[in-house]
């Protein structure tokens, strides 16, 4: 079956975060970006020239790893006759794994998105920048609720909402105080509400067109009618901002709250928008879970069960589940067990002990990433496969309430 986009987005995460724990000895990390468009024999014309300065280092031990890692660079690129579309990256060296010891390491990647520029650097660590700049969700919002008390502008970019600006105004209640004449009371009430428009409006305008034009979708309004019609209709933003506005929306907050308020009322607005998708799935989960139907499932065991039955509709992962399935056997008898445990990045190797049958040692004869066997089983059955990032809260809920792995059901199983 096809690696899904959120698979191999999630593969891609967990590679970075591999080459993100990896450090040298002094600068013997070498992250070499060749864009589709670079030539080859450029490239490794310029490598030849890096090893022969790198001859020249007094160190003799730095200087053997910086030579060895450009001799494998070069013997990498043999096998490369053109950069693929969207180019590839090849990270190589002396990478320090404890004991004043290192190892030769090499990884080559092919990008998400089209490399830009032609990179070679040497450091103590790989450059990862720009993949790490790939991983954010490019396509930003304007969010910005108000009603004539207060105003809240804020950003939705990737899977955050930021606040950016919070304002309070000085419109008098509609009550006016004695000795005024009512005509009088009313045009400096809406002098009062004109003025906080144009204030809100300077604040959201100056956030809004802060932002990278070329990824800034347009702007989303939220307040109570007619406030917001008001605000919009007198075309207060900057006409730039003004002609991106994407809708208005009733909430009944019109602070931090409000933007939350907001964006749960975008759903068909964002429904091509990552997190939107996200959000729904992890609410159906929970939707079935509380209203009891039999359809939801969660925990390791549980729903391996039913992805093994071919029972379940979606499973969801969390994108933070860092676990890995064990299997321990004995180094004397027959003796053998499955065991989970959470495994991340600099965590020693787990120890198994002693068996329980004769006492001699355990010893772990395979380990699995518990993300790619749950999703390897999925593929067999043809069960979809959704990465819930712990960014919003029911994905935070789903990692830490749940373990990170749930399961909306297509029929009751009784697990």
Known sequence: MVESDAHKKYEFKRTLEVLRSKRGRG????????????????????????????????????RQNVTGAIESLLSRLKLIPKAPENGVVIFCGAVDIGANKTDMETYIIEPPDPLVSYKYHCDSSFLLTPLE??????????????????????????????????????????????????????????????????????????VFLGIDQKDFEGVFIGGPSPTKEEFESGEFLHHEIQKKILGLFDVAYTDESGLNELFDKLGEALQNVEVVQEKKIAERFLKELVNDTGLASYGEEQVRKNLQMGSVDTLLLSDQLRKVRLTIKCSNCDFEEKKTITKKLGDEEYQPGNCKKCGSSLKVAESVDIVEELSAIADQMGTNTSFISSDFEEGNQLLTAFGGIAAILRFKTGI
Do not use: C, W
């Not at 030539?39 to 031990?61: D, P, T, W, Y």
């Not at 396509?139 to 939705?156: H, Q």
């Open 27 to 62: 600068t013997e990390l070498i992250s070499l970006y060749i864009p589709h468009d670079k030539q080859i024999h450029e490239v490794a014309a310029q490598l030849r020239e890096e090893f022969g300065q790198a001859s020249n280092i007094k160190s003799r031990v730095t």
């Open 133 to 206: 700049d790939m991983l954010h969700e490019k396509k930003t919002y304007g969010l910005l609720v108000l009603d004539r008390r207060e105003a809240t502008v804020g950003v939705l970019r990737g899977k955050h909402i930021e606040v950016m600006a919070h304002l309070t105004s000085n419109v008098p209640g509609k009550q006016r105080k004695g000795g005024q004449s009512s005509h009088r009371f009313q045009q400096l009430r809406l002098i009062a509400i004109n003025e906080f428009y144009t204030r809100i409006a300077d604040a959201a305008s100056e």
